[in-house]
């Protein structure tokens, strides 16, 4: 196994591992995300759903905001995992929202890892969201 895929797997199992944390009492879709820092350091998240919708965050959004509190500002790869119960869908894509965030901190070409441990599917932030609005355009 390369390097590249056991860093991969070792997010996605982390990515698993922080969806147990999931709060979704409402949707029942519980996800899990392990975002990488350029420091070496995982950070994880999941979803925490509130009965006013709005409030509720996804675990992609969860990953970032915890890493930036602590001064984390540039990412190397994430892991998202989600799916019903103790089911894992073949991919969880980032909400639009969350593809906002990741691209204010992070290269287009940055890795997305979706999928299960099984079967990874690796995509770039740039296919997740073309034309995507940063600092740049300001």
């Known amino acids: 196994m390369t390097d590249q ?3 991969y797997a070792s997010l996605m199992a982390s990515a698993v591992a922080a969806r147990e944390y999931s709060y979704s009492p409402y949707s029942g879709y519980r996800v899990g995300a392990a975002l990488l820092g350029a420091d070496g350091k995982v950070y994880t998240g999941c979803n925490i759903e509130n009965a006013g919708y709005t409030p509720t965050n996804c675990a992609e959004r969860t990953a970032v905001f915890k890493a930036v509190s602590e001064g984390v500002r540039e990412f190397t790869a994430i892991a998202v995992v989600g799916g019903s119960g103790e089911t894992l869908d073949a991919a969880c894509t980032p909400c639009g929202v969350c593809r906002q ?5 992070c290269e287009p070409g940055m890795p997305v890892i979706l999928g299960t441990p099984e079967e990874m599917r690796v995509m770039t932030l740039g296919e997740l969201l073309p034309f995507a609005f940063t600092k740049k355009n300001l």
């Open 5 to 7: 895929k056991e860093l």
């Open 101 to 105: 965030v990741l691209a204010e901190f």
